[in-house]
C-alpha cells in the first residue's frame, strides 16, 4: 500500500486580492470613526461654550428716556430765613440788672434791650480818670520847667544838660496823656457796653438771659448770647436749581411763595443773587430769592413752595422710576454700551411724577437704559439684550 501526500493548493489571485481589500479597508474605516468623533465632541465643546458664556452674562430688557412736558416754571421745596439773622453777646462782664425786650418784641437799631451791671468797670475808668488828671498835672508842671530852663540858658545858669534832660521830660509826660486818654477811652467804651442794644430793626425770637445772670463777655471762655433778633422785612429762601434750569436763573426773575400754613396765598420774590457755580454733589445751582414782607406774615423757619417763572419753557427726561438704582453712591441708572456691557451713571433727580421721575443730569436720550436692573449690577459687566415686553416697550 502507499502512502500518498495530499498538498494544499496554492491560493488563488481572487483569495488574494479579497485579503488586501480588507487590510486597507480599516484604516479607512478608523479614520472615519475618529472624523465622526472629532466632529461630535467639537459640537459639544461649542454648546459648553455657549452655555459658560450665557451664565456670564446677564439677560436685560431697555429702555429709553422720554422727553416729558415742557416746563414754564419749575417748583422747589424751601424753608424761609431772616434777611439778618444775628445772636446779640456782651461785651463786658457782669450781672444782668434788667432787660427790656422779651421774644415776640420789635426793636428798633440802637434800642436798648438789657442792662448790665459791671462795677469793676466803672472803678477801673475812676482810677483812669485820676490817673489822667495826674498826668495832665505832671505835663503843666514839665513844661513850665522845661520853659523856665530855657530862658536861664543865656545867663549860663544853667548847663545845657540840664536844659535837655527837662526837655526830654516834657515830651515823656505828654507821651504819657496821651496813654492815659487812650486808656480812658477804652473804659468808657467797656462801661457803654453795658448797655447792650439791637445791632438792627428787627423781632427778637430767642431771649437766652434773665436778671442776675452772670456774663461772660468771653474772657475766660466763650462769651453768653443774651438774644437773638431776626430782620423779617424782608424774608429770603435759598433753592436748589437742578443744573438743567440753571442757564434760565438771572437776577430779577420773578418767583412765588406757597406756604402750607397759609393756603391759597400767594407772596411774590424776586431772584436777586445765585452762586454762579454748579455743586458737584447735588448738580443744582444755589439762588436766593428775596421776598419783601410788611405785613410780617412770613415767619422765618417756615415751610415753602418756591414757583420760578422760567424766561423759556424747558424740556427734561423721564424714566421709569424702576430703572432707578438707589445704592450708597446715590442714584444711578444702568446703560449698555455698543460692547454690550454696563455703564452705571451717577444721575441727578427730579420731580417724582409716580411711575416716572425726572432725570435732570446724567443721561441722554438715546442712552439704553436697563429697565429693571439688579442691585448686583457693576460697572463692565456683560448682558444679553431680551426683547422688552409690550408693557416695557419705549
Known sequence: MTNQTQATPPPTTETSRDSIKWFLLIPV??????????????????????????????????????????????????????????????RTSGYIAHWYADIGTHVHQGELLAQIESPEVDQELNQARAALSQTQANLVLAGITAKRYQ????????????????NQNLDAQKAGVQAA?????????????????????????????????????????????????????????????????????????????????????????????????IALDSHTLLTEIDVPNPSGKLLPGAYAEVHIHLSAPVKHLVVPVGSILFQSAGPQIAVVNGTNQIELRKVALGRDFGNTIEVTNGITESDQIVASPPDYLVNGMHVTIQPASGSEKS
Open 29 to 90: 474605516v478608523l479614520c472615519i470613526f475618529g472624523a465622526v468623533t472629532f466632529f461630535l465632541r467639537a459640537q459639544d465643546a461649542k454648546k459648553l461654550t455657549a452655555g459658560t458664556n450665557a451664565l456670564d452674562t446677564e439677560p436685560v430688557t431697555l429702555t429709553h428716556a422720554q422727553q416729558g412736558a415742557p416746563d414754564s416754571e419749575i417748583t422747589l421745596p424751601s424753608t424761609l430765613q431772616g434777611y439778618s439773622d444775628s445772636p446779640v453777646y456782651a
Open 151 to 166: 530862658e536861664l540858658i543865656p545867663t549860663n545858669a544853667v548847663a545845657q544838660q540840664e536844659v535837655d534832660q527837662n
Open 181 to 277: 486818654i487812650a486808656n480812658v477811652n477804652r473804659l468808657e467804651q467797656l462801661q457803654g457796653f453795658e448797655k447792650v442794644v439791637a445791632p438792627f430793626d428787627g423781632v427778637i425770637t430767642q431771649r437766652r438771659t434773665d436778671i442776675g445772670d452772670l456774663i461772660n463777655a468771653g474772657n475766660s471762655g466763650m462769651g453768653a448770647e443774651l438774644f437773638r433778633i431776626s430782620k423779617i422785612n424782608i424774608v429770603r429762601v435759598f433753592v436748589p436749581v437742578p443744573e438743567s434750569y440753571s442757564d434760565q436763573i438771572s437776577d430779577g426773575l420773578k418767583a412765588t411763595l406757597e406756604l402750607i400754613a397759609l393756603p391759597g396765598q400767594q407772596f411774590d420774590g424776586t431772584v436777586t443773587r445765585s452762586s454762579h457755580s
